[in-house]
């Protein structure tokens, strides 16, 4: 018994565990995102909702596999990590096809037998059935279990549901690139490199969708002396394809065209103020292009 309870103990602070580095790398992310500028609090927060609902799925499905372990008399700490781990539903697979059948003890010499068998295997003894029946009349087990495991996929699938439906309409998600929130794409790009160090920024794409905007924050020390260095490459131009070049802070907004410059790019920066400055580029159909840009 005291071995039980301590093996319910560390699942219990196993799962406390997996839901507290849940909500550290949201919180982390909050803190270096500027508090998910840009972005309605439904959204982060319908996707943080699922994950947790997601995690309560797996520790109910892992709760009721450790049950049925016990009755069984299979490693239940051990089934328990596995359904817990590898998703729900492929462990409660792996563990409905490797599962072993309900045993009893023979009234005689006491070894286990399955509720099926007529005769100990060990003693040959006639098994009495009128036990058996009343497992088998029990039916599912740990009904309570099963009825939160449901409760819960079905919070899950709501709040997944809904964190699809308020992307999809774009509704509270910031994709204007002259905007002075951060932009939030819901497009896909299709990177080979990206780096940022020493304010200087590269970027190497193969392709994005169109009209995406992928930005970097920079700092103007010296806005009177200081200069935006950009050197830019688009390898395939197609016809009507762009590459835009936005710079934003606050109220003031330039945006440059650089899909086919022919040196590097230096933009002065004397209408702009000493701090942050947002650094874009908005992909209108360009592709294979490099780029490297810095404030010196």
Request: aromatic share 10%; with cysteine.
């Amino acid at each position: 018994m005291k071995q039980e309870n301590k093996n319910k103990v560390l699942l219990c602070i196993g799962i406390l565990a997996v839901v507290l580095l849940i909500l550290l790398r949201f919180g982390v992310y909050f803190i270096k995102s500027d508090g998910f500028q840009g972005l309605s609090m439904t959204i982060p927060l319908l996707l943080l909702c699922f994950l947790l609902f997601a995690v309560c799925t797996s520790a109910f499905f892992a709760a009721w596999v450790y049950q049925d372990c016990i009755r069984r008399g299979d490693d239940a700490v051990l089934w328990a990590v596995i359904v817990f781990m590898v998703t729900p539903f492929i462990g409660l697979l792996v563990y409905f096809l490797r599962r072993s059948e309900i045993k009893t003890n023979c009234q005689a010499c006491g070894h286990r037998v399955s509720v099926r068998a007529n005769y100990c295997e060990a003693c040959g003894t006639q098994i009495i059935k009128k036990e058996n029946f009343m497992m088998e009349k029990q039916g599912t087990h740990h009904l309570g279990l099963i009825a939160a495991n449901v409760l819960s996929m079905v919070l899950m699938l709501v709040c997944l549901i809904g964190f699809f439906i308020r992307v999809a309409a774009g509704d509270g998600v910031n994709t204007d690139a002259a905007s002075n929130d951060r932009v939030w794409n819901l497009g896909m790009i299709q990177m080979n490199y990206s780096s940022s160090q020493d304010n200087v920024w590269k970027l190497d794409f193969r392709s994005a969708s169109v009209g995406f905007v992928k930005e970097h924050t920079m700092t103007i020390e010296d806005a009177d002396t200081q200069q935006l260095y950009a050197d830019i490459s688009c390898g395939t131009v197609p016809e009507g394809a762009t590459l835009v070049l936005w710079l934003v802070q606050g109220d003031l907004v330039k945006s440059i065209d650089v899909t086919n410059l022919s040196e590097p790019l230096e933009y002065p920066l004397n209408e702009f103020e000493n701090g942050k400055v947002y650094v874009r580029l908005q992909i209108n159909g360009v592709k294979n292009t490099v780029s490297e840009i810095c404030i010196r």
